[in-house]
């Protein structure tokens, strides 16, 4: 069922209080809005701190930004929203906020492209990120453009990050992704090692977004030394039993197989057995 304008209304604050409270905005940073219909977008007002806004703040604008209803202004920053609503599909939700893991990767320059965690690879492919901007102006919607078709968050040079869905908790989780692997991404550095992953486990995790049922034409993929992997091709066989179904699968052959000399086991497996002698002897004792 389609939501309510009020309902809308609704989720845009508690997204912007979850924003607030994460501490990803200061003061009256960030914005967010909604598009309800075809050409009507609900946005958040400019000069208001996120953490405590009222629905009834919210503001109207079509998409030339143009204001529709509402007592306040529109942010200043609507313009980013509404070029994306104009140049992507399927996209009604924007959020913009300086998350500080993420914003200190765009102030040092650095893209979050490399292939390094499943759940980024399956989920974003890989964080951009856009050249600077002056702020209010047409030139950070003109820089976040030429990277809609693939992506759906973006890290703006020395200013924050965007994230768009196709509905305003799409558009916050992604970001909260965003977030969190800018953080992990941050600490193994200082702890001095960020191993990428291979190629060929890049691809076994994009086949699994494959089976996903993934959009896989707007796609960026992610980096390995310069080179993008997008395409699950070629990738390895993937083996999706379980290391139990295995164990299982050991034992019915060990036992099929006594009246041989030997049975093959991996490492894995002998290891599993082991383990679980050991534990039952300990419980023997106990
Ligand atoms: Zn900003």
């Known amino acids: 069922m389609e939501k309510t304008e009020s309902q809308h209304r609704n989720d845009i604050i508690d997204v912007c209080k979850r924003i607030h409270a994460n501490g990803w905005v200061a003061a009256n940073d960030g914005n967010v809005s909604v598009r309800i219909n075809q050409n009507t977008v609900l946005c958040t007002p400019t000069g208001f701190s996120k953490g405590y806004l009222t629905s009834d703040q919210l503001i109207k604008v079509n998409l030339d930004g143009e204001k529709i209803e509402g007592f306040l202004q529109p942010s200043s920053e609507m313009k ?116 990428i992953l291979s190629e060929n486990e890049v691809k076994k995790v994009i086949k699994i977004r494959e089976q996903f049922g993934l959009d896989t034409e707007n796609y960026p993929g992610c980096r390995i030394d310069g080179k993008v992997i997008k395409k699950a091709d070629e990738a390895g066989n993937i083996n999706f039993e379980s290391s139990r179904d295995k164990f299982d699968k050991t034992i019915e052959y060990a036992d099929k197989s006594r009246y041989f000399d030997k049975i093959v086991l991996t490492k894995e497996m002998l290891v599993e057995i082991i383990t679980a002698v050991v534990k039952n002897v300990l419980n023997y004792y106990k």
Do not use: W
């Open 80 to 195: 980013m929203h509404l070029d994306v609503y104009k140049n992507k599909e399927n996209i009604n939700a924007v959020v913009h906020a300086h998350p500080p893991f993420s914003t200190g990767f765009a102030v040092a320059g650095i893209a979050l492209d490399e292939c390094i965690m499943p759940e980024i690879i399956i989920g974003l492919g890989s964080i951009p990120l856009t050249k600077f901007g002056t702020p209010s102006t047409m030139e950070i919607p003109e820089n976040i453009r030429p990277y809609l078709k693939d992506y759906s968050v973006f890290l703006l040079q020395n200013h924050g990050a965007l994230s768009i869905g196709g509905d305003v908790y799409q558009a916050y989780y992604r970001m909260e992704s965003l977030e969190l692997f800018a953080k992990i991404n941050f600490i193994a550095r200082l702890l001095g090692k960020v191993n």
